[in-house]
């Protein structure tokens, strides 16, 4: 049945109950009316609140998708400008959906490659919530070391301290200290030995090298430190602290296994890495101690840092003893880790940064009698030389936000006849940082 308005020309109505052949003519309320104006020959469908079960579904319908009007019904779960259920908090991942509650949360750097981390979970309107992804907010360093000989400038610290520098492109240190009474156990140099390329600074002009030796003085034209053959063997006693009962109370750096098993459930202010006692004790002796420590907070969305260095010492190949051995540790006190970061992985042992792990590891490469790199570094020559590593690389791990402090020591163990060096550069933070047991602690630059 189909009810039809008719609206004359005066403005009056004719109402025409029509049966239809599809079925019972039944006299109800009609799901549509169709005005139909004589005067211009439109007609407009107008959509009663009716239910749409009455048993017609003829034109009116039709009329009401044209319209695109709501259908009146008060429904929660319908899509407003649809008409199509809302089935966002069913449970299941629906078309036009990218998570419902708690299905399908997602890594940010899945979403974006600027992040670096967070997880988007999912929000009320089942798409990403993304406001715990957080991007890296590490400064891209600008070397600040071309014309100064400041030994942390050196290795790309605290250059906020010259003007054209800032937070936005310098590691800015909140404390600083350099023990190291007699000045000729480091230099500030632009190149170390004879070799063009070999040992030149990684980043920026100039690169810090510290010694259980006492070295001479740079060339003052070109930065370069050139030693004398077989100078590290013997070397010179340099004018730093000497001790018999270990390193002093007032360095962080301690011997004290801190993890069971290590690098896990470390103990505080102890040696995580366990890589340490082995090394020395509290009464082994220790001779012309260089010591630098420094505090920075570490950037949002940044988990790490880097520093790169290579090895040379005079005990090679002869004197290559675990009790008689130059020290280098890098120490670190965050709350990620507290312990010496640079060790070696041999499977899933630990194994420190010292001669015979080095040669065993095959790092210890450069050997001073024939290797051209070592030439004028004072470990080469054929008399008892030494030798040396190329560029390791040491990575360790820190939190966004927390103030991080590192610390530097090297010493003679046990002897000061013969003398080791280390040179250091390139601090830089790392977004993604480094796993404990897998990629942090040394590593051979490819």
């Not at 259920?85 to 979403?111: M, R, S, Y």
């Not at 190291?180 to 690169?207: I, K, M, Q």
């Amino acid at each position: 049945m189909r009810t039809i308005r008719t609206r004359l020309g005066s403005g009056s109505y004719i109402t025409v109950l029509l049966c239809l052949p599809c079925g019972a003519c039944v006299l109800q309320q009609p799901n549509g009316t169709t005005d139909i104006n004589l005067d211009t020959g439109s007609e407009t469908t107008q959509i009663s609140g009716a239910d749409s079960s009455s048993g017609d579904t003829g034109s009116s319908s039709s009329g009401a998708e044209a319209s695109g009007s709501s259908s009146g019904a008060n429904d929660s779960d319908a899509d407003s400008s649809s008409g199509a259920p809302n089935l966002c908090g069913n449970g299941n991942i629906d078309p036009g959906e990218a998570c419902d509650g708690n299905l399908n949360p997602t890594n940010c750097t899945d979403l974006d490659p600027e992040y670096n981390g967070g997880t988007a979970m999912c929000g009320p309107d089942c798409q990403y919530d993304i406001s715990m992804c957080v991007r890296c907010e590490a400064p891209e360093l600008a070397p600040c070391d071309a014309d100064n000989d400041d030994p942390f400038n050196a290795i790309e610290l605290d250059c906020d301290l010259n003007p054209g520098w800032d937070h936005g492109n310098s590691v800015s240190l909140s404390a600083r200290n350099l023990d190291s009474g007699d000045p000729t156990a480091l230099r500030v140099l632009s190149r170390y030995g004879n070799h063009p390329s070999a040992f030149t600074p990684r980043a920026g002009e100039r690169a810090l090298l510290i010694s259980t030796s006492s070295l001479p003085p740079v060339d003052p034209d070109t930065g370069v430190l050139t030693l004398d053959p077989g100078s590290m063997s013997p070397g010179v006693n340099n004018g730093n602290p000497d001790s018999n009962t270990g390193l002093p109370d007032s360095v962080i750096v301690k011997a004290q296994p801190g993890g069971n098993p290590a690098l896990m459930q470390c103990a505080p202010d102890k040696d995580c890495s366990n890589t340490l006692q082995g090394q020395w004790d509290d009464t082994s002796n220790v001779y012309d101690l260089f010591y630098v420590e420094f505090e920075t907070v570490v950037p949002q969305g940044t988990h790490g840092y880097e520093l790169d260095l290579a090895f040379f010492t005079a005990h090679y190949p002869d004197y290559n003893e675990s009790d008689h051995n130059d020290i280098f540790v890098l120490w670190s006190q965050s709350e990620r880790y507290v312990g010496n970061v640079t060790y070696l992985r041999d499977g899933d042992k630990l194994e420190p940064m010292r001669l015979p792990e080095l040669v065993a590891a095959g790092w210890l490469t450069l050997d001073g009698t024939k290797a051209p790199e070592l030439a004028g570094t004072g470990f080469h020559g054929q008399d008892k030389p030494g030798g040396g590593t190329r560029w390791l690389t040491v990575a360790g791990p820190a939190t966004p936000g927390e103030s991080l402090t590192l610390a530097i020591a090297a010493f003679d163990l046990n002897e000061a006849i013969f003398d080791s060096a280390l040179l250091v550069d390139n601090f830089r933070w790392t977004c993604s940082g480094c796993d404990l047991g897998v990629d942090c602690g040394l590593r051979l630059q490819q």
